[in-house]
């Protein structure tokens, strides 16, 4: 069983609210992701991070921001929320030294802004 | 350019039925790993099968099976004696990277197994 854990599970606020989600695993990963998913949709990877104080811009263009202070942690905040950014946010991380892993998935946010 | 595609986006199947999911992928990269991931009701995805491009092996784990086929770009994945409990939406994707986080995914395929 994956060990990553994301919080909030369901999240509703309202408009122009700054926000951050949390995504922390104990499996030592240096690698982690944020995924976007809209309803029905697939997934769009628009963070990653290889290590601690490494931060990069995925494929799909976002609004929000992220940080890596620690290895374990990977927050990921929207200064001034829209009605835009409700969705699915999915972390996950995965192994540095080899291809032939996987990587693990947390619950996701359902982030809905109202 | 990289792209999975799913076809199907709904299947719906009578319990004990055989449903295969259907995955087409493009690539230039000649190195490259597939996978099939589980996505039930709450939410997470769950990890299935990973496998590379030089293993053209099948594989079967218990009701599953995965068929890829490197001449059709196709890494297909069959459920025998479908099972309600395998009511999910089922991802495929794709990385070339090295990087087994950074993937590509299909749109999914949404599968109903009625009892």
């Known amino acids: 069983e994956a060990d990553i854990y994301q919080t909030p599970r369901y999240l509703v606020i309202g408009t122009g609210k700054k926000i951050t989600l949390e995504c922390s695993q104990t499996?030592?990963?240096?690698?982690m992701y944020w995924y976007q998913q809209d309803p029905g949709m697939e997934l769009h990877l628009i963070h990653y991070?290889?290590?601690?104080?490494?931060?990069e811009k995925g494929d799909l263009s976002s609004e929000s921001t992220v940080s890596r202070i620690r290895t374990e942690h990977f927050p990921l905040t929207l200064e001034s929320a829209r009605p835009s950014h409700t969705s699915q946010y999915l972390c996950?991380?995965?192994?540095?030294?080899?291809?032939?892993?996987?990587?693990?998935f947390g619950q996701g946010t359902r982030l809905t802004v109202v | 350019a990289q792209k999975v595609t799913q076809a199907q986006t709904e299947i719906s199947v009578v319990e004990k039925e055989d449903v295969t999911l259907d995955c087409v992928y493009e690539?230039?990269?000649?190195?490259?790993?597939l996978f099939w991931y589980k996505q039930p009701p709450s939410g997470e995805l769950v990890f299935l099968i990973r496998?590379?491009?030089?293993?053209?092996q099948n594989e079967i784990s218990g009701r599953y099976s995965w068929n890829f086929q490197k001449s059709t770009s196709s890494f297909n994945f069959t459920i025998t004696a479908s099972q309600v409990v395998d009511s999910a939406v089922y991802f495929c994707?794709?990385?070339?990277?090295?990087?087994?986080?950074?993937?590509?995914f299909g749109q999914g395929t949404t599968l109903q197994v009625k009892p």
């Open positions: 996950a991380s995965s192994e540095e030294r080899t291809p032939n892993t996987e990587a693990f």
């Open positions: 499996m030592g990963h240096d690698k």
């Open positions: 991070s290889y290590g601690v104080n490494s931060t």
């Open positions: 690539t230039r990269d000649t190195t490259y790993y």
């Open positions: 496998r590379n491009s030089f293993d053209e």
């Open positions: 994707a794709l990385t070339s990277s090295g990087n087994t986080g950074k993937l590509i």
